[in-house]
């Protein structure tokens, strides 16, 4: 029988970086027992003999913290790259939970196919949709039967639907409801390098296009906002949250300053600002601080919720809607000697007024959302908005 191996000084001084990482950058350090906590990870990689070996017990370092935002990525393996396989999805984007229709891409083969947003798919070839990777992993060109439930009607119906087209972020729309109030559907944003813009781009574009119609007040929709890159979705929405500071980031070892100024998201830190993000031709809105309807509920998470806490101490602004998920921890991530990394939640977001918030978010007006009548007159959440903005004075006396 062979004695068991010694953890060797290599995989333990990996360990012990990554421990010291989250030891000193931690946003809830304080709360940690570390010697307990070190204890348990050296008995976990007690065998180690190369840094990969102490992967295990960096998972489990992090499931003993339970701050759920932070994340491990091990070192991509030798040979393993490969591209990955376009996914082809019909021009539609299915809610995780519960397969419903969000998102149709306009004259897209869903659209054309008859359906419709808030329509539930409950099955797919005769088998049921249990999560939406296993509709968009058919191959291109292929054709699938969908049955699909229609809230709205309270009915089922067979569809036949083409995958011909790729799946593609979503896109940020707008658009009038009953000839008064602009409509801003902000979904999540994870496209990095210069298409970080066109996000931004397209959102003020979308903005321009309904500012245009004289709507007297706006409703934001961030429940289907799951987070990404933050200061892109921040440039959008400039517009609507208004020029100066928006709210920032508090932490033990970090405090910056989130402002958004003449088509720039600046960051203070200190004495220094950077600007983060632009546009060159930034709009401006037709009327400032015109009433804000902000619509949030569980699965706006991360960067989602950010986006809530900027539009906190805006004026004339009112929060609809469900609790947030409780990411709302900036992340960090640091990069570990042998390629793999560490995502550390280093600070909480904060409001205008410098308040942190270290939980969930919840809404003014507590509405639950039934995603079978999204966007519809029966979705509860945006007609509750809808009644306040009718109710601000500077929607009162325009058009019904």
Known sequence: MCPALAITPQAKSYLDNVLDLLETHYVRSDTINWT???????????????????????????????????????????GQGSEARTMYGG????RRAGNFIIRLTPGGPAQKAGLEIGDQIEMVNGRP???????????QGQTVELLVYRARTDQRKTVRLSLTEP??????TAWLLGQKFGYLDLPRHSLADARQLDYARQVQQAIRAVDAQMPCGWVVDLRNNAGGLFYSMLLGVGPLLGEGYVGGLVGPKSKEQWIYQDGKVLVRSGDATKVMVQLEQPYRLR?????????????????????????????????FGEPSYGFTTALRMFELPDGARIAIAVAFFADREGQPYDQQLEPDES???EWGFFQSEKDEVLQGALVWLQNQPVCRDTRP
Not at 91 to 94: F, I, Q, S, T, Y
């Open 91 to 94: 021009g539609l984007e299915l």
């Open 36 to 78: 307990e906590l070190r204890q348990k990870a050296y008995q976990l990689a007690a065998n180690a003999q190369r840094p990969s070996d102490t992967y295990l017990a960096i998972e489990q370092v992090l499931a003993e913290i339970g701050e759920g935002h932070m994340y491990f990525i091990p070192a991509p393996q030798a």
């Open 367 to 369: 509405l639950f959302t």
């Open 129 to 139: 949709l249990i999560l939406p990777e296993e509709l968009f992993s058919y191959r």
């Open 287 to 319: 009327t400032v601080n015109s009433p804000v309807a902000v619509l949030m509920g569980p699965e706006t998470t991360s960067a989602g919720e950010a986006l809530v806490i900027a539009f906190k101490g805006r004026p004339n602004t009112r929060f």
């Open 167 to 172: 799946l593609q972020p979503p896109k940020p």
